[in-house]
Nanobody, 124 residues
Framework: QVQLVESGGGLVQAGGSLRLSCALS????????VGWFRQAPGKERHFVAV????????ATTDSVKGRFAISRDNAKNTVYLQMNGLTPEDTAVYYC?????????????????WGPGTQVTVSS
């Protein structure tokens, strides 16, 4: 089993920045990839970014390219999502998730473990 806990969310003005953290614990050796997803009010959850647990592959969805960056610190078992240039459209609950089988999946159905989420609110 793997447990994930997100932190770093909050209220920020448009144009501001936040760094989300995802702390992993448990059997992290079994993980292949960690992703960030977000769910805006009244909408479905969508892929934001992914990073392989080993290696250097990362990917972000088009709407956040150039503004968001995903990184990890294996020594701390933590994955980060640096978010710059935030807009009200980025307002959502942000979830991190871990996959046992997929290294860089955009599909939330490929992730077995999920954190409870952290709220990000961007005011205009």
């Amino acid at each position: 089993q793997v447990q994930l806990v997100e932190s770093g969310g909050g209220l920020v003005q448009a144009g501001g920045s936040l760094r989300l953290s995802c702390a992993l614990s448990g059997r992290t050796v079994s993980i292949k990839g960690v992703g960030w997803f977000r769910q805006a009010p009244g909408k479905e959850r969508h892929f934001v970014a992914v990073i392989t647990w080993v290696g250097n592959y990362t990917a972000t969805t088009d709407s956040v390219k150039g503004r968001f960056a995903i990184s990890r610190d294996n020594a701390k078992n933590t994955v980060y999502l640096q978010m710059n240039g935030l807009t009200p459209e980025d307002t959502a609950v942000y979830y991190c998730a871990a996959s046992k089988y997929y290294r860089g999946s955009y599909d939330e159905s490929n992730y077995e473990y999920w954190g409870p989420g952290t709220q990000v609110t961007v005011s205009s």
